[in-house]
């Protein structure tokens, strides 16, 4: 099955490194012009002319003026395939977690979610035709200590999945989450290997996952392909989660 996006253009946010640069690299493989967003204009730029088909955008998600920002883009090019990628954590123990913690989690994770597809699917709407995936977590499924915030975050971003999936599908709009185990970056490489080792069995197939295990389940969902697929979650956690 050869996936096919040509003529399609993708947003991905929190693309400058991790989960989201896999995204919009497999994204372009698959023929989509994609506009990587993240706060880094250096580190967007250098991986747009990596991939060539793609364009950089510094983008601060939370930024007051993010909507601006979002419309002025759909004013040069409509935004066919939407990936709320970016988020963040600011792990503690519920007991002592500062309130700055669960507001910057939640505005991050959630708020920023809301206000972009907001105005993406403005347009979405009238060409009668697109895809949302959301980046929840594992986490958004099955709670982690010392996560209370992040947890809250993500499983609130699969019931957003679900209710706008609702909302929008006559339009032929697609609204999907991808809920992501636990993958292998440097904080994960920084590991000893006996607490690796721990890790992995834990999880059903005995490894972490890649970026490219999760880009490859959003290319997936935003193909064709998966037309029929709206309101769902995507477990990719190698089983970690059943």
């Known amino acids: 099955m050869r996936i096919d996006l040509t003529g399609k253009t993708a947003l991905v946010t929190g693309a400058s490194r991790g989960i989201g640069e896999s995204i919009a690299r497999r994204l372009a493989e698959a023929g989509a012009h994609v506009i990587c967003a993240a706060r880094s204009a250096e580190s967007v730029n250098r991986l747009a002319g ?13 930024a007051p003026d993010v909507r601006d920002r979002i419309t002025a883009v759909l004013k040069e090019r409509p935004i066919d395939i939407l990936v709320n990628n970016a988020g963040v ?3 503690d123990l519920f007991i002592r977690m500062k309130q700055e913690a669960w507001t910057k989690v939640i505005q991050t ?6 206000s972009i ?4 699917v403005k347009k979405m709407l009238r060409a009668r035709w697109g895809r949302v995936i959301n980046i929840s977590s594992v986490v958004g499924l099955m709670g982690n200590p010392g996560q209370v915030n992040y947890a809250s975050s993500k499983a609130a971003l699969i019931g957003f999945t679900k209710a706008l999936a609702l909302e929008i599908g006559s339009r032929n ?9 636990y993958v292998s970056t440097s904080m994960t490489d920084a590991m000893t290997d006996e607490a690796k080792e721990k890790l992995n069995e834990r999880i059903a197939l005995r490894r972490l996952g890649t970026t490219d295990d999760i880009a490859y389940a959003v290319v997936f969902l935003a193909s064709e392909q998966a037309g029929y697929i709206t309101g769902t979650v995507m477990n990719v956690s190698g089983g970690l989660y059943t």
């Open 89 to 91: 954590t600011d792990d």
């Open 50 to 62: 990596e991939i060539g088909n793609a364009t950089g955008l510094e983008l601060d998600i939370t």
């Open 109 to 114: 994770n959630l708020d920023s979610a809301f």
């Open 173 to 181: 709009i697609t609204v999907n989450a991808i809920a992501p185990g």
């Open 117 to 120: 597809t907001q105005e993406v």
